[in-house]
């Protein structure tokens, strides 16, 4: 058992606890920063770990291209190579079934890549999956599964999906090689109910530490997302984290939490810093608009990161405007930050069991004004005995 539940809310099914790694213990609810290629574009790791990040990502398929599996090895894993000694997750390379579609052929035994730059191929399967990941060396590693787009209209192909991701699951279990990682399986089913449920049944008579929630957040439509979310979070053991995958606005993080979610992980708020848009309470400031040009206040006046603490909204508008590369730097190391006081924050309200009190102001400041709040979110909030309305 690596989960200890801390705090539990009295209203929501929302929890907070300690997850033990063997690099690091994990406070949860926690946002994991996406570091595809073994580092956070524009970030040190010192610096993540100033911001008081526990844990971030790396990317099975990426790294398995580049350096590869042979110098990870000999660099004695990815924590050593990029100089994090914290913790680490890796995603299957699963996920680039979706990301990378027509550069990939699907079979029983696994997925072909075809590079996008040199044309090389990689034979992705399950035991492949797993020798890169034990290279790697991550804390937790996720098992391959067979992903599919929410937005896929063909029932049938979500079917085989499932049932294939479930016998994937088998592979990896019998391949995976250490002891000192954890693997989940990644619970699949696209919007179907049903075949959420016959994977959940599957999935949790395995011998694993945690599970994954996969094959959302591509699109979908928001009523069905959180039902997914619902389904799957009733569905797992509560005394194993729940890991949903592909989840970063403070929006989705709020109620996610509150159904019962303990893990995300998203490239929204590092990309969305690269394109000038800084996170704060009320929603984002476009630093690059003409608005920002004399306003020299920092973009968060309690935020405590090195960017706030430092400069003004002035002078990362024209940073951004002659396209300078520290300007991402910046408003990453902000966004980040953001991240990671949403999460301490949820936790701290659900430990004092005030975490309703804590939904309610955040959409109020988020929104301005109740009549705006999406009706997905009051909806789904509702259904864990938060009315917002």
Avoid at 112 to 119: A, E, I, L, Q, S
Avoid at 250 to 265: E, K, Q, R, Y
Wanted: aromatic share 8%.
């Amino acid at each position: 058992k690596i989960m200890e539940v801390i705090g539990q809310c009295s209203t929501t099914k929302a929890r907070s606890g300690k997850l033990t790694l063997p690099h690091q213990v994990v406070d949860t609810p926690v946002f994991m920063p996406v570091g595809t290629q073994g580092t956070l574009k524009g970030l040190l790791p010192e610096q993540l770990k100033n911001i008081g990040v526990q844990i971030i990502l790396g990317n099975t398929y990426h790294l398995g291209n580049q350096p590869g599996e042979e110098i990870l090895k000999e660099a004695g894993g990815l924590h050593q190579f990029m100089g994090w000694d914290r913790g680490l997750l890796t995603d299957s390379g699963g996920f680039q079934m979706v990301s990378l579609i027509k550069l990939s052929e699907l079979s029983e035994s696994g997925v072909k890549f075809v590079h996008p730059r040199d044309g090389s191929v990689m034979m992705l399967t399950p035991e492949k999956s797993m020798a890169i990941q034990n290279a790697i060396g991550a804390d937790i590693m996720m098992q391959l599964d067979d992903v599919v787009t929410s937005v896929e209209t063909d029932q049938e192909r979500f079917k085989e999906a499932t049932l294939r991701s479930v016998r994937w699951l088998d592979r990896c279990l019998l391949a995976h090689k250490r002891s000192d990682q954890f693997l989940f399986p990644i619970i699949q089913g696209g919007l179907d109910e049903e075949l959420r449920k016959t994977c959940l049944r599957e999935m949790t008579t395995r011998p694993v530490p945690g599970f994954a929630v996969g094959g959302l957040s591509g699109g979908e439509c928001k009523n069905d997302f959180w039902k997914m979310v619902t389904v799957s979070t009733d569905g797992l053991p509560g005394n194993k984290p729940r890991y949903l995958m592909g989840v970063g606005y403070a929006v989705d993080l709020i109620v996610c939490v509150a159904l019962g979610c303990d893990m995300f992980d998203c490239v929204f708020p590092t990309r969305t810093a690269r394109f000038g848009s800084a996170l704060i309470p009320t929603g984002q400031l476009q630093l690059k608009n003409a608005i920002f040009a004399t306003d020299f206040a920092p973009i968060q006046k309690d935020c405590k990161c090195s960017t706030c603490e430092t400069y003004t909204r002035a002078y990362l508008h024209i940073l951004f405007r002659t396209s300078h590369p520290s300007a991402c730097h910046m408003v990453t190391v902000h966004n980040v930050m953001y991240q990671a006081t949403l999460m301490q924050k949820i936790r701290e309200a659900i430990l004092k069991d005030k975490f309703p009190d804590f939904i309610k102001s955040s959409f109020l400041q988020l929104y301005g004004d109740p009549t705006k709040y999406p009706n997905w979110a009051v909806d789904a909030l509702n259904s864990v005995g938060v009315n917002l309305k």
